[in-house]
């Protein structure tokens, strides 16, 4: 589809047939190969990172579980654990720890809840990479992640952690996608995700799986609005593409510095 007069062209067309504007290349074939020699498909490479920084972080928090005497930390940690590694702890965040808001979205309280998260972000990250570019995509999931939490700190005491909020960002950003393409793709598109939303809210009412509905809330609507307002890649080079390059390079930046005070923060803790 020509990303300027959406008129439907074919993938080999490099000059809209109907409008005469260039049409650059999709956002994923910007990236002919992942920088590990073509190992990771070039749309899942970001996804792929996101995911290796989940299970890192699991893995370190299981060990320390377990160095604190939780014997079955591998199927489910402790409260203390996961506070102590950035979990979303609604004191601390008050007193000031609003880095708490990102690290939270990479830690997982046990096995289960990091292979259900792991399988949804497989295939939705590459989705929604592929529609969007990778700058798009990485400031729907860091703004998702960020506005789920805050949502779940204004309206849940409870300890939350988890991916699934900017998860839940990522399926509103395709139903904002399916929302903008009025023809029976746009359509399919979004009656998937919007039942995909559903399923997921409704489990989240649920009282036997103590889940956080109000993160993921937060991150649907976030990811939805900042989908749905920005739109899809443009013109490649433009002002705009460039613009989006730098806020996905500071979604990053901030996620390490939120990372490095929740490091510092661990390493006092440890030194008490």
Not at 29 to 54: A, M, Y
Not at 121 to 140: K, N, W
Not at 207 to 221: C, E, K, R, S, Y
Request: positive net charge; glycine residues 12%; aromatic residues 12%.
């Amino acid at each position: 589809m020509c990303p300027h007069c959406r008129a439907f062209i074919t993938n080999r067309d490099r000059v809209c047939p109907y409008c005469n504007e260039k049409v650059g290349a999709r956002a994923v074939e910007l990236r002919d190969d992942s920088p590990i020699g073509g190992f990771i498909p070039p749309r899942r490479f970001v996804t792929v990172l996101i995911l290796l920084i989940n299970f890192g972080f699991y893995a370190a928090t299981v060990v320390a579980s377990m160095k604190a005497g939780n014997e079955n930390a591998i199927m489910g940690l402790d409260g203390q654990t996961l506070v102590a590694f950035g979990a979303k702890y609604v004191p601390f965040i008050l007193a000031g720890q609003y880095w708490r808001l990102v690290t939270a979205g990479f830690l997982h309280g046990g096995l289960m809840h990091i292979a259900m998260n792991s399988w949804a972000m497989f295939d939705l990250g590459a989705q929604v990479d592929e529609h969007y570019g990778t700058s798009r995509m990485l400031v729907i999931y860091f703004v998702s992640n960020v506005c789920g939490f805050a949502l779940s700190t204004l309206f849940s005491a409870s300890l939350s952690i988890g991916a699934s909020a900017g998860i839940c960002g990522l399926i509103g950003a395709m139903i904002a996608l399916g929302l903008r393409h009025h023809n029976p793709i746009g359509d399919a598109i979004r009656g998937t995700y919007i039942r995909w939303a559903v399923m997921i809210l409704i489990i989240g009412f649920l009282p036997m799986f103590h889940i956080d509905n109000f993160a993921h809330i937060g991150g649907l609507t976030a990811g939805f609005c900042v989908a749905y307002i920005t739109g899809e890649p443009g013109r490649v080079g433009s002002a705009a593409e460039r613009l989006w390059r730098v806020c996905g390079y500071l979604c990053i930046l901030t996620t390490v510095f939120c990372f490095l005070k929740m490091y510092l923060s661990l390493t006092q803790t440890m030194q008490q």
